[in-house]
């Protein structure tokens, strides 16, 4: 039987990059904080999800790691597994998870059925006893046509007419609306709430904190993310640092932990011989270098957007158009918006355009000049709906034994 204590499951597939991880860290923490009796576990297949402090309360379940080939398919990232023994493994594991925990409410980042359909049976099940099944999607997914193919060939349509409760988009609708186009249902419409972006805050300073080691001199922070799709950006910036061309604020480079050992070595090379520059290979806690910045240049991942609009710094965007268009239209839409500019990347590696964006970057306004109206309000608005769905779960059995 279900204890009354209230507890929520969130899986992430995390197959590569940072994004999905510190996305459920994020809502994680702001529930914990929310509701005091809260239990949070995390379903992740991350390779550093270890590397990350959690709160109280807020714990993880790593399931073995996977990557993504170039080819599209799916190979075991360290264990001797084919790939159906490794998903076999994993669906296992969270489906365990699932039945011990007993979640009032599952949570499920981007993928409607997980990593190859992984979670369909955890979905089911949990389905069965009641349990409030939510997907979270992310501001933009793909280009709509793109989007559509790929979620009519996974079954995903099916999984959110039929499975779920709830859809959660974590961006505002007047932005982009990740939904419109790909032939989803009127039920599937009904169901969306459109929370806003997911607010970030600067952590406590600590001994480990990483520090400018430009002083009180003003900086610009460029970070690509994960890092694994981000050596045009590290080298189209270092290549305008090193022209010598304009005189620009000093950088601070953060690489990110999937970036290419081979790729990193070179950077840090080159940053030694720039005394404007200074390279760190990654930091869990890049949020107080965020905030300490004068400006930011990223490639426009989720994470990134949703930091630049916290801390309220004037950015450039040069997002990648491969494999999928995300970043792209995200870029798009917030530089349509007046919250950032954006260089594309087909002009790279030219540099005399890298370093006039750089020089005018400080200059340029801060996204909160647009004065969108509740653009990051999504943890609250995430909180609220939790609130409603244990108020609903406590009801239930107060209806039961009335005969209701």
């Not at 974590?170 to 459109?194: C, M, N, T, W």
């Not at 890049?286 to 994470?303: F, Q, S």
């Amino acid at each position: 039987m279900r204890t009354q204590q209230p507890k929520i499951l969130i899986y992430s597939h995390d197959s590569f990059g940072l994004g999905h991880l510190r996305r459920c860290r994020t809502i994680a923490h702001s529930l914990v904080g929310t509701f005091d009796d809260l239990s949070v576990i995390i379903l992740s297949g991350s390779p550093i999800i270890g590397s990350f402090d959690f709160r109280s309360r807020v714990d993880f379940v790593r399931v073995p790691g996977v990557i993504k080939l170039r080819n599209g398919e799916y190979s075991a990232h360290s264990l001797p597994l084919g790939i159906e023994e490794m998903l076999e493994l994993r669906a296992s594991i969270i489906e365990h998870t699932a039945d011990v925990f007993d979640p009032q409410v599952f949570i499920v980042d981007k993928e409607p059925l997980g990593l190859r359909g992984e979670v369909r049976s955890t979905l089911e099940r949990l389905g069965k006893r009641g349990t409030r099944l939510v997907l979270g999607l992310r501001d933009v997914m793909d280009d709509p046509d793109v989007l559509k193919e790929e979620w009519e060939r996974k079954g995903a349509q099916e999984a959110l007419d039929h499975l779920y409760d709830d859809v959660w988009v974590y961006g505002r609708q007047e932005i982009h609306d990740p939904l419109a186009g790909i032939g989803v249902s009127d039920r599937v419409h009904d169901k969306a709430l459109f929370t806003g972006y997911l607010r970030r805050e600067a952590p406590a300073l600590t001994a480990q904190t990483p520090r400018s080691p430009f002083g009180e001199e003003p900086y610009i922070l460029v970070t690509p993310g994960g890092g694994g799709d981000g050596v045009e950006l590290v080298d189209w910036v270092l290549r305008a640092y090193e022209a010598h061309s304009r005189p620009l604020f000093p950088a601070i480079i953060v690489l990110g932990p999937f970036m290419g050992t081979d790729h990193q070595e070179d950077f840090v090379e080159r940053s030694q011989h720039l005394r404007d520059v200074h390279v760190i290979r990654f930091t869990p806690t890049i949020e107080n270098l965020m905030d300490d910045a004068i400006a930011i240049v990223g490639m426009g991942g989720y994470n990134t957007f949703c930091e630049i609009l916290s801390f309220d710094k004037p950015t450039l965007l040069v997002p990648r158009i491969e494999p999928r268009r995300e970043q792209a239209i995200r870029a798009s839409k917030a530089e349509a918006a007046g919250l950032v500019s954006v260089l594309p990347i087909e002009h790279y590696p030219k540099v005399e355009p890298m370093v006039e964006q750089l020089a005018r970057l400080p200059l340029q306004n801060r996204p909160s000049v647009a004065r969108l109206d509740g653009l990051l309000g999504g943890l609250d608005v995430i909180g609220n709906r939790v609130s409603e769905f244990f108020a609903e779960s406590e009801a239930l059995p107060a209806r039961a034994a009335a005969g209701q």
